[in-house]
């Protein structure tokens, strides 16, 4: 009998429940020297919030190779509880009405953003029993997360997916990744078309976390063996985004 695979590296004695079923990742370009003005509001003010409306403020990261990008994720259950909880924020906050515009005043284009799902039932973002740094801290973790977003011409199918699990999966495993999730584009319509998201998109995309930046380059001198759409009927990417991302001090993931 075929061993079955074992796709997303779970490093809790227990497996965890995933956080969310739809996963947005957003990459806001921000007016120069502006990024520590929004990242300093955005802990204040929009992570409790958020979570009430009912999201899940998974992460938010400064991208070490551009000092105007401010990235973040956040998920949700599904689609039509997205479409809700955006319209809690956005249309009915108080939080949002009140720091708006200082919130727009750093921004120059948050247009950016990927709806996602696990490309797996089990490859998604696990809960952890660590509690989310509090207002207020301000000590910046050693770790790192790696994303790599690859862009195909086509819906990713089940040989690129594969692909990467028997490719780049293990050299996240081998360089010690803390966890490690990946995606394919969420098909379904923007349930708040009054937050554009980038549509007409395939992408398989990733997430792993790295305690330093020597697990970095274990996975940089991993990765430059393994690439996904390798496996026989598997396109390559027609396009790759790389990032290398610090957490702030409150986020979640790290």
């Not at 973040?72 to 009140?98: H, I, N, Q």
């Not at 953003?113 to 301000?138: E, H, N, Q, Y």
């Not at 937050?195 to 991993?222: H, I, S």
């Amino acid at each position: 009998m075929q061993e079955r695979k074992q796709p997303v590296v779970s490093l809790t004695p227990e497996p965890m429940p995933a956080w969310s079923a739809i996963v947005e990742l957003r990459q806001y370009t921000l007016r120069p020297g502006m990024r520590d003005t929004l990242i300093d509001l955005f802990d204040r003010e929009f992570v409790e919030t958020q979570e009430a409306a009912g999201m899940k403020v998974i992460g938010q990261f400064r991208d070490l190779a551009d000092p105007n990008r401010f990235v973040w994720l956040r998920g949700f259950p599904d689609m039509d509880a997205r479409g809700r909880s955006l319209t809690e924020f956005y249309v009915d906050g108080v939080a949002w009405k009140a720091h708006r515009d200082a919130a727009r005043a750093t921004m120059v284009d948050t247009t950016n953003a990927l709806l996602l799902r696990p490309a797996r039932p089990d490859s998604g973002f696990r809960a952890d029993a660590a509690a989310r740094p509090p207002v207020g801290a301000t000590a910046l973790p050693d770790s790192l997360a790696v994303a790599r977003i690859d862009h195909f011409d086509a819906p990713v199918s089940p040989d690129v997916i594969e692909s990467f699990e028997r490719g780049v999966l293990p050299a996240l495993r081998d360089a010690g990744a803390s966890y490690i999730a990946y995606f394919v584009t969420e098909p379904g319509a923007n349930t708040f078309p009054a937050l554009p998201v980038r549509e007409g998109v395939n992408v398989l995309a990733w997430f792993a976390g790295l305690a330093d930046r020597r697990g970095l380059e274990r996975v940089q001198a991993g990765l430059a063996a393994a690439s996904c759409g390798q496996a026989a009927g598997a396109k390559p990417p027609v396009g790759t985004k790389v990032l290398t991302l610090s957490p702030t001090a409150r986020s979640h993931l790290r």
